[in-house]
């Protein structure tokens, strides 16, 4: 990263060849790999714009756009003048394009000359492929394309950076928007069918699919109009709390919690069996996720066996009330016996597994309980345990969840076990909100910060530990057993290792230690994507979920390690107007004028003097 | 609460809790368990109700090459932490790439017949595409994942190599598919049982377990040897003192990659000649083994990494047969995993500095 | 004012071949102040540790109010009503202001999971106790701390207010004996000048014995019902100060070896941004 030394004096805005030619490669990079693993060819099936535009292309070009968006990005360093962002830092972008373009290029020119003898080796380079990038034009065609896409991509890219904040907000709402509503085309479909709504969702959509020309632009104007709308509410909040009037907050909260009642409500009975199926993954790993977030988020335990608490619910549930023949022992009982019984277990597991682990630092328990996890899984599939257990072939059957007079099946009825799932999710968004915010919450956090401190302050740190382990594994062993209930069975494979670092996906993107952060990461990610064995919205995302997360997770560690919904702070001040508080302290020490009062601070009743 | 034990000086904690009798407990059960496998196997074995005398001896020989492998992939693992304090995650899929390209060019050299005509200088050119796949992709983990991440705690760039590890794979199934792709078979002097010192050892375990050694002798004449090494251990102990010493930490810690990049080319290698089976799978598994292994040696000490392939590899190989089995565990030999990650449990539990003893900087013990 | 609280008899601890500590005896009685002075490496901090349940002593016997608390673990200590500053300040960065002191109330309160998930009267009770009781403690330190400050996460903070908020966190776990370790250093004049007479309030005032490692010999001075001095692991004075500065063996640890000592005082920040600490 060449960062160009400009004269102090006359800063004069330069193209940073540098930083175009790096950021422009991996760019390159990454386009090649979405064609190279196969990625670009299958969302080529999927039209965003019927006929112009599909999500194959669409990726293609998001690639430049977000790498001309960050090649147009120049370090404003404190007390270093820099010329005012401008027309060269969209050079910038636009060379860092022709530099991906040309990369990409090349590559197209290695596939239609010898990918017919690379194939045996990279298995994804098909003629199809080769038709898809030079529409069935020839290369040159595909040539043109190949390296004027990402060109104008990133000069795009680098002039929504460059552009006034509001006109980039809205370029990027209409992108994310039209992007949205393409991807999501069956779940808003089936919300306009069901409010009576249907031939309006059949004017913004294709017959074959996609958005049509009229719907992208209705879409577009509406995201525009959004956009706009909330940069002037977030204007008007922010003067009026510049005044001091915050408004009510607990008629706020209420106002907040009736909406998202409502919504857990209503929703469900807006969407099709599909987008509710989907969305009772969405829940389980989110109840699983926040477990997670409270070993990891909140006490700072990197548990990456997770998932043997998870299987330890399911197996628990599914053992006790499936009527299995080939198992030794399958008492039959209802869910609402099995279910506590589960958690009771997965409690013994997790004083089992976590005393040994609690006294070791933070990257050998992750191992450790890896590997633990890992000897679960072996065993479960060993012929040890198959009298059991099932081995291989795991328990089928598990009925439905009884519910007073009737049943609830996620097979038969997909709404009516969302909705359970969903009051299993408020009972323990209410559970985790409770341990967050007392003193267990605040120990756990302290160890998270500082453990020798946390000891110094009375926290008996491993048994402190040790709770938290546990509260996670009910967490799990709760989602556990939905889940055996919803696929009414369980198996091995749905317990493989990779849920854990799935889940770990989840609450990092999401963003760790808040929990609307962990369910926001919970939807995105297992909502579109999939979770580790159920399908997202997208099928042609279910090849590729693994490769995105793994990207996902390193990115996120390098770009954003707070995450995508990270806890806000109640007030954000910096150190510098602190010391200048503290020196005119030290002038008028003893002085009677009530900063704390002049900063316009709440529930500063507090003033007494010791 | 008012027990004022003789604890070791330095320890934490000195009451005695709850927690450290459920440990001892568990120690002591470990301990009666296993030597319960074992003396009840001793007495099948005297008995001749059990393996055979030659069949144990080729599980260990089996267990030996794997180990070697183990211990090569380990020293990947033991020279990052020693270096940089975290755990390489995606070394597995260092490994894996380097033995999926090896088998592209193995592949390719048997088409054109290399492979049978001369297949020393075809498993040569086989090694310089898996020791290069590896380092490169190593090197390149460490720039793009690991260097912003210098000097944060402890988990974060753990969580990030294991981003970089699903990445990786996923990236080899997509390029390559999920297939399982079979080296070709080498020729028969290479898998041929050989008398040696009257016991008869595969050929290809006895390359392997060969191999291993020499590379890791060089490996430690390097690093104790030159000034490179030197300046390895220097960062190592501490990066802001051994820059102000004019050493060059970015390409030092560079130069940790490459070595452990190459180190893992070589047990791809190892991999072939012993399993020929690749698929974009078979770095996890091996990976978190020989992580194991670096633990067991005690992590950041090279010698003892390689020492802890072997002894994992052995445990694992005859732990079925010689604890598992006589605990009248059935199909025992589908435990070998079991084996492998209980050794790891174990050796956390009772000696976390490793059977060695760690060789980490000041900055990195905790 | 004169019943031991604290008596520390032949406390030994060795790291390898050095003997941190050498056999050292120390009584403290009720409501003193006592400063543990001496050069750098002298064993101060590591004394600290031992006395707080951070490390475990080789031998020797520490009774805190008639009961041997050595290799007790750090948190039976601070239960016991012995609490801790850090040298090298380390507060929870994470948590806000309030947050941290009211993590020190967790010793003296007692609900457990379950009465935290039902919110039970008596929990919410406690809650309330444990905000009251932080927002006390906050206050002792006027009005730095308080009002806005609570919500602020503690990295927002200045030096000297982190040193503020760390004795403030002691405070919380309701001691009969804090130990602060430098608890002025990196201070300017005024800011020290303000805590040496809060020093003096923590006693007069909350009822704290107060034992603190201190370089400067201004607030050990002005504080200290009596000096202790450490050096290479051994006590070699004790005494008012008056004693203490006149005793040779004292001169001769501190000007015996000037160039150590004149290297302290040019680098004191210096110190303190190395985080040094003896464990």
């Given at each position: 990263m060449s960062t160009t030394v400009a004269p102090p004096a006359a800063p004069a805005a330069e193209v940073d060849l540098g930083e175009a030619r790096k950021v422009g490669l991996n760019t390159g990079v990454g386009m090649i790999i979405v064609c190279a693993v196969g990625m670009a060819l299958t969302f080529n099936n999927r039209a965003i714009i019927a006929e112009y535009l599909s999500m194959g292309w669409l990726t293609l070009g998001l690639l430049p756009l977000v790498g001309g968006w960050l090649a147009a990005r120049r370090e404003q360093l404190e007390g270093v003048e820099t010329a005012p962002?401008?027309?060269?830092?969209?050079?910038?972008?636009?060379?860092?394009?022709?530099?991906?373009?040309?990369?990409?290029?090349?590559?197209?020119?290695?596939?239609?000359?010898?990918?017919?003898?690379?194939?045996?080796?990279?298995?994804?380079?098909?003629?199809?492929?080769?038709?898809?990038?030079?529409?069935?034009?020839?290369?040159?065609?595909?040539?043109?394309?190949?390296?004027?896409?990402?060109?104008?991509?990133?000069?795009?890219?680098?002039?929504v950076r460059v552009a006034p904040p509001r006109v980039g907000r809205a370029v990027l709402q209409v992108i994310v928007w039209v992007f949205g509503f393409g991807v999501l085309e069956s779940v808003v479909v089936s919300i306009f069918e069901s409010v009576g709504l249907g031939a309006f969702a059949e004017s913004l959509y294709a017959q074959r699919g996609g958005l049509t020309i009229v719907g992208t632009l209705i879409v577009a104007a509406a995201a525009i109009a959004v956009s706009t709308l909330t940069v002037t509410m977030k204007r008007r909040t922010a003067d009026r709390q510049a005044r001091g009037d915050f408004g009510n907050i607990k008629a706020q909260r209420v106002r907040t919690y009736g909406l998202l009642l409502a919504a857990a409500i209503v929703l469900p009975m807006l969407f099709d069996r599909s987008v509710n199926d989907m969305l009772i993954n969405v829940v389980i790993f989110g109840i699983m996720a926040m477990g997670l977030n409270i070993v990891i988020g909140l006490t700072g335990m990197l548990?990456?066996?997770?998932?043997?608490?998870?299987?330890?619910?399911?197996?628990?549930?599914?053992?006790?009330?499936?009527?299995?023949?080939?198992l030794a022992f399958s008492p039959e009982l209802s869910f609402w016996l099995a279910l506590p019984v589960a958690v009771l277990l997965a409690v013994v597991a997790g004083v089992i597994i976590g005393t040994p682990v609690i006294r070791l630092r933070g990257d050998y328990l992750a191992i450790v309980t890896l590997g633990f996890a890992a000897i679960a899984q072996v065993l479960v599939l060993s012929d040890w345990f198959a009298p059991v257990l099932g081995g291989p072939q795991g328990v089928r059957d598990v009925p439905p969840v009884p519910l007073g007079f009737t049943e609830?099946?996620?097979?038969?009825?997909?709404?009516?076990?969302?909705?359970?799932?969903?009051?299993?999710?408020?009972?323990?968004?209410?559970?985790?909100?409770?341990?967050?915010?007392?003193?267990?919450?605040?120990?756990?956090?302290?160890?998270?910060?500082?453990?020798t401190v946390a000891e110094a302050m009375g926290i008996n740190v491993g048994a402190m530990k040790l709770l938290s382990f546990c509260v996670g594994a009910v967490f799990a062993a709760l989602a556990g057993g939905l889940f055996a209930a919803k696929v009414s069975s369980a198996f091995p494979t749905s317990f493989e290792l990779l849920v854990s670092v799935l889940v770990l996906v989840v609450v990092i993107v999401g963003g760790t230690g808040y929990v609307p952060g962990v369910l926001l990461g919970s939807l995105v990610l297992v909502g579109v994507l999939g979770g580790p064995t159920t399908q997202g919205l997208l099928a042609e995302f279910a090849q590729y979920k693994l490769l995105i997360y793994g990207a996902l997770l390193v990115v996120m560690m390098l770009a954003k390690p707070e995450g995508l919904l990270p806890k806000p702070e109640k007030s954000r001040e910096i150190a510098r107007e602190e010391m200048d508080q503290d020196a005119w302290f030290d002038k008028n020490v003893g002085g009677s004028s009530d900063v704390a009062a002049e900063r316009g601070a709440a529930g500063s009743d507090t003033e007494e003097q010791a | 609460m008012s027990t004022t034990a003789a604890a070791p000086p330095g320890a934490k904690s000195g009451a005695t809790t709850w927690i450290d009798t459920f440990l001892r407990v568990f120690r002591i059960a470990a301990i009666l368990i296993i030597a319960f496998g074992l003396i009840r196997f001793t007495i099948d074995f005297?008995?001749?109700?059990?393996?055979?005398?030659?069949?144990?001896?080729?599980?260990?020989?089996?267990?030996?090459?794997?180990?070697?492998?183990?211990?090569?992939?380990?020293?990947?693992?033991?020279?990052?932490?020693?270096?940089?304090?975290?755990?390489?995650?995606?070394?597995?899929?260092?490994?894996?790439?380097?033995?999926?390209?090896?088998?592209?060019?193995?592949?390719?050299?048997?088409?054109?017949?290399?492979?049978?005509?001369?297949?020393?200088?075809?498993l040569f050119l086989v090694l310089l595409a898996a020791v290069g796949t590896s380092t490169i992709t190593a090197v390149l983990l460490e720039r793009i994942a690991y260097r912003p991440l210098r000097g944060a705690p402890r988990l974060i760039p753990l969580i990030t190599s294991i981003g970089a590890s699903f990445f990786l794979q996923n990236l080899v199934l997509g390029l390559v598919g999920p297939a399982s792709r079979s080296y070709p078979s080498a020729p028969d002097w290479?898998?041929?049982?050989?008398?040696?010192?009257?016991?008869?050892?595969?050929?290809?375990?006895?390359?392997?377990?060969?191999?291993?050694?020499?590379?890791?002798?060089?490996?430690?004449?390097?690093?104790?040897?030159?000034?490179?090494?030197?300046?390895?251990?220097?960062?190592?102990?501490?990066?802001?003192?051994?820059?102000?010493?004019?050493?060059?930490?970015?390409?030092?810690?560079?130069?940790v990659f490459i070595v452990g990049g190459i180190m893992a080319g070589i047990a791809a290698i190892a991999w072939a000649l012993l399993f020929r089976q690749v698929s974009y799978f078979v770095g996890f598994i091996p990976g978190i083994k020989a992580f194991t292994a670096a633990v067991v040696g005690g992590i950041g000490n090279l010698g003892g990494a390689m020492v802890g392939g072997l002894f994992l590899g052995t445990v694992e190989s005859v732990g079925p047969a010689t604890i598992l089995d006589p605990l009248g565990i059935p199909a025992a030999s589908q435990l070998r995993n079991l084996v492998a990650f209980g050794v790891l449990v174990l050796v956390l539990l009772f000696k976390p500095a490793g059977l060695f003893g760690e060789l980490l900087g000041s900055e990195d013990r905790a | 004012?004169?019943?031991?609280?604290?008596?520390?008899?032949?406390?030994?601890?060795?790291?390898?071949?050095?003997?941190?500590?050498?056999?050292?005896?120390?009584?403290?009685?009720?409501?003193?102040?006592?400063?543990?002075?001496?050069?750098?490496?002298?064993?101060?901090?590591?004394?600290?540790?031992?006395?707080?349940?951070?490390?475990?002593?080789?031998?020797?016997?520490?009774?805190?109010?008639?009961?041997?608390?050595?290799?007790?673990?750090?948190?039976?200590?601070?239960?016991?009503?012995?609490?801790?500053?850090?040298?090298?300040?380390?507060?929870?960065?994470?948590?806000?202001?309030?947050?941290?002191?009211?993590?020190?109330?967790?010793?003296?309160?007692?609900?457990?999971?379950?009465?935290?998930?039902?919110?039970?009267?008596?929990?919410?009770?406690?809650?309330?106790?444990?905000?009251?009781?932080?927002?006390?403690?906050?206050?002792?330190?006027?009005?730095?701390?308080?009002?806005?400050?609570?919500?602020?996460?503690?990295?927002?903070?200045?030096?000297?207010?982190?040193?503020?908020?760390e004795i403030a966190r002691a405070m919380a776990t309701e001691p009969r004996l804090i130990c602060l370790d430098e608890p002025v250093a990196g201070m300017n004049p005024m800011e020290t000048a303000e805590l040496t007479g809060l020093i003096q309030k923590l006693r007069d005032d909350w009822g704290f014995t107060v034992v603190m490692i201190e370089h400067d010999m201004n607030v050990v001075g002005e504080v200290s019902d009596r000096v202790v001095v450490l050096d290479h692991g051994v006590k070699i004075a004790e005494g008012d100060y008056e004693d203490v500065s006149n005793d040779p063996n004292v001169i001769e640890a501190y000007l015996g070896r000037p160039a150590e000592d004149a290297t302290h005082k040019a680098h004191t920040a210096d110190e303190l941004l190395h985080n040094r600490e003896e464990a």
């Open positions: 962002p401008g027309p060269t830092d969209v050079a910038t972008a636009t060379l860092a394009g022709a530099f991906a373009g040309g990369l990409f290029g090349l590559f197209l020119i290695i596939l239609s000359t010898v990918g017919d003898s690379l194939r045996d080796v990279f298995v994804q380079l098909s003629p199809q492929l080769l038709d898809m990038l030079t529409f069935e034009r020839g290369l040159g065609v595909g040539l043109a394309v190949a390296i004027l896409l990402p060109v104008a991509m990133a000069a795009l890219g680098g002039a548990d990456l066996g997770y998932v043997a608490f998870f299987a330890v619910g399911a197996y628990t549930t599914a053992v006790l009330t499936a009527p299995a023949t080939n609830v099946s996620a097979t038969v009825d997909p709404r009516g076990f969302l909705w359970l799932s969903l009051a299993f999710l408020a009972l323990m968004i209410y559970v985790a909100w409770r341990l967050q915010h007392s003193r267990l919450g605040r120990a756990w956090q302290a160890i998270r910060e500082d453990e | 005297i008995a001749g109700d059990t393996i055979s005398g030659s069949q144990l001896l080729d599980l260990i020989v089996a267990g030996l090459a794997q180990g070697a492998m183990y211990g090569l992939i380990a020293l990947g693992y033991s020279m990052v932490y020693g270096v940089l304090g975290f755990i390489n995650f995606a070394h597995g899929e260092v490994f894996m790439a380097g033995a999926v390209t090896g088998f592209v060019v193995a592949d390719a050299t048997f088409r054109s017949g290399l492979w049978e005509s001369a297949f020393l200088a075809a290479m898998t041929d049982q050989r008398d040696v010192f009257g016991l008869a050892l595969s050929g290809s375990r006895i390359t392997v377990i060969v191999l291993a050694l020499v590379s890791m002798y060089v490996l430690k004449r390097f690093v104790e040897g030159t000034k490179t090494g030197r300046a390895m251990r220097a960062v190592a102990e501490d990066k802001e003192i051994a820059a102000l010493m004019g050493i060059d930490v970015d390409k030092t810690i560079r130069l | 004012m004169s019943t031991p609280i604290l008596e520390v008899e032949q406390l030994a601890i060795a790291f390898g071949g050095l003997k941190a500590i050498d056999n050292v005896d120390l009584t403290v009685n009720e409501g003193e102040i006592v400063s543990i002075i001496g050069p750098n490496g002298a064993g101060k901090t590591t004394f600290f540790n031992c006395i707080t349940g951070l490390l475990t002593p080789d031998s020797g016997r520490i009774v805190f109010e008639g009961t041997d608390i050595a290799g007790w673990s750090a948190d039976a200590v601070t239960r016991q009503g012995l609490a801790r500053t850090f040298q090298n300040v380390r507060l929870f960065p994470d948590l806000t202001i309030l947050e941290n002191v009211m993590v020190g109330r967790h010793g003296r309160t007692d609900k457990g999971l379950f009465s935290a998930l039902f919110s039970t009267p008596a929990f919410r009770k406690e809650e309330q106790e444990i905000e009251e009781h932080a927002k006390k403690v906050l206050a002792f330190f006027g009005k730095r701390l308080v009002g806005y400050r609570f919500h602020q996460k503690a990295t927002v903070l200045s030096y000297a207010n982190r040193r503020r908020l």
